[in-house]
């Protein structure tokens, strides 16, 4: 088979990886050597679907002796198979490097032989390509669940960024499409892979010069839509996962239908993109804007708001904490404020420094008005003409349509008063009877 | 009391020559109403006052600047200088009156229009180069790295240090073709010269090869079922796509089966040391 058609297949059975990230870590060239990276990371294309394009991203093998259900690479399924030398691979990300294609490799791989025959191979790539080539740019590892934990070691050695992805977010889910993985085979790796990482940050205070174990952390993923459980639940793994593994990142995917199996969604079904949407929205209130998984949604709210994002729905059903003086309020409570950023709550704190802010202040700052007017105040003073009621708000930020088909979903008063041509008296149990015992 | 002039300054267009017109603004205690550059020329009915660059007026207003409003001011003007912000002479002007009058607090003061703008545009200058850390493609001709790129502001200054490091053991030629310069490096030295226009030779064989890859690679990541071009052009402005390998095929291109003879990856890249 031509170099062609091994990238053709082995990038097709890549694609629907999501992490492409080349952040976490900054670094020069060795002397002698090729390639650096940026704290920030660097995308060098987007693909015709939006994504960004960092990474070589492509698989070591496409063959695979699992079943997942939802995997395209599966065993049952019919198509072309190869393999990559490790030579062949380390040459074409060396050379795409070269011509600034690409700011490293993403290396995945299905199951060859065996997990660790299939780590091997990978090993030797980045081996090649790390100690021939003397490559220090961006590599991103996947670890086959299942390997020994000493390949696993060796490649966080090599590699900057490594993942173990959990794919399916429950053990439920994970039995009924995954028979061949387990959660423990998952996360043990996880585990193995924090504890070694907070070692080398330790042992890198003491001698600089300590070996680094994937100094740009470790990240998953997961499918989403495949099968039947809810964002809350996504969502609180998502923080627990943040919490214990200290992962840097919790990527999601929409499921795309590439097998016809009555346990999935049938083929054709659209991947259900509002919601990764929305989770990536949450997921971005757990990391930077102090929020816990238990304020955006609950046992009674298990999905999220289709015509409003978390954060907006959040303040919404918080109104009783705004509005918030911007010239005043602290860094925390800025950021909870929909339409103020990260970004923006920064350079609120600078600029109030030197002067009062007023609202057209705000906007060259670049706070979102549209959103964030109905939350804040300056210097005491509302926007102009502006009724602060959770009802008004919503009208004004949704369209027309989306109003309706809000009220619908999400009946604002759940026991609509009747109107009445009489007006019956307001008074409760509790008036009634204070006026009788006379404490008024 | 400053002087509300018209006065037009004209100066050489270097970053000396601009400091030479905010040295004779305080010395003659006059605000111009506009500072050109000789390229830009301009009918004007106003009086013109020829600006000329000297190295010690430079320097004092140079070494004036961290110390009155901080080293973090200096880096500044020295971005703002890079921008296409229409009038950025004039408006570092203002910012520079603002610093001498305000220290160092000038830099938080954002909400302030003569700041803010100033702001915006370096923010527009460090995006652009960001970006094309990204989206510059290398050819290889004859073992050297050659890109061309077409941005609205000055970046070569700030892609220098980024490729220098990346590429330490190469020769490369970044040219910029808007402002007609290029950076040029080869181990261990890196200059930004003058040039006029470039003309590209014929990509050889293995370089085709590998831009046939990519393309290849471009094409194959896409999932289809999300396919999103607004979300594309959002991300990658329709200006970058021009110099971008992946996005332009030779109008002869062959397709992947015309390849039968590359069995193997096209022998490349180790260039027989490494």
Redo the contacts between chains.
Sequence with gaps: MDAFHKLQILTGAAKYDVACTSSGVARKAAAGGIGSAEACGICHSFAADGRCVSLLKVLMTNICVYDCQYCVNRRSNDLPRTTFTPRELAELTFNFYRRNYIEGLFLSSGVLKNPDYTCEQMLEALRILREEYRFAGYIHAKIIPGADSQLIARIGALADRISVNIELPSQNSLRLLAPDKSKHAILGPMGYIHSHIKESSADRKRYRHGPKFAPAGQSTQMIIGATTDTDFQILNLTESLYKKYKLKRVFFSAYMPVAENTLLPAMGTKPQLLREHRLYQADWLLRFYGFTARELLDEQHQSFNPYLDPKCHWALNHMELFPVDVNRAAYNDLLRVPGIGVTSVKRIITARRTTTLNFDALRKLGVVLKRAQYFITCGGKTADGMIITRDAVLRALLSEKAWAMYNERFPLHPEAEQLSLFDEPSSCQEDVQKCLTGQI | MLNRSNMIYLYDGSFNGLLCCVFESYDQKEMPVEILAPDIPQATLFPVKEIMTDPQKANRVLVSIPKKMGHEALDFVRQAFLTCLPQKELHILRFMRMGYC?GP?VM?????DAV?ILFKAVKHLKNES?LL????????FNNV?V?EIEPKNCVLPLLRQ?FC??????RFLIFDKTHGMALAYHPYQSAIIAVEDLVLPEPDQKEQS?R???R???E?????????????M???PKRYWKH???LNRPQESLP?SA??G?????D???DGQ?
């Design positions: 305000h607090s938080a003061m954002l909400a302030n803010h960001h850390k990204g989206f510059l493609r290398f050819s290889v790295l890109g980024h490091r990346r590429y330490p053991e190469e590998f046939e890859l990519w290849l690679f471009y194959t990541i896409e999932v289809k079922g999300r396919h999103n071009p607004r979300c594309r959002s991300h990658m971008l390998t992946e992947i390849y039968p590359c069995k193997k990856l096209p490349g890249g180790s490494r």
